[in-house]
């Protein structure tokens, strides 16, 4: 899967939850990172009410199949397409 599908299955995978992808490259990796709520928001400026929703969200979906396809995509992204085609070449 290249770059271009990747991107293209996070968005579609966002929008299947009623996420904005643009908030989800932002909350995710800074979640994943230890940051709390508040931290998030300042760090973002996306409102602290939009990443509780967001956060809850996840919290309630997060055993679904897609929704860890949806992570995984978006780790993917952010961590740049290219470092992690060169963990995996041959």
């Known amino acids: 899967m290249n770059e ?6 996070f968005i579609k995978l966002s929008k299947e939850y009623g996420l904005n992808p643009s908030f989800l490259r932002q909350i995710i990796p800074l979640r994943n990172a230890g ?12 409102s602290r009410v939009t990443v509780n929703t967001y956060l809850d ?11 860890k396809k949806l992570i995984v995509t978006g780790l993917v992204l952010y961590a740049g397409y290219q470092i992690i085609k060169e963990l995996f070449k041959e």
């Open 4 to 9: 271009l599908e990747l991107n293209q299955l």
């Open 35 to 46: 940051y709390n709520n508040s931290q998030i928001s300042e760090i973002t400026g996306i």
């Open 57 to 67: 969200k996840f919290t309630q979906i997060e055993t679904q199949e897609n929704f």
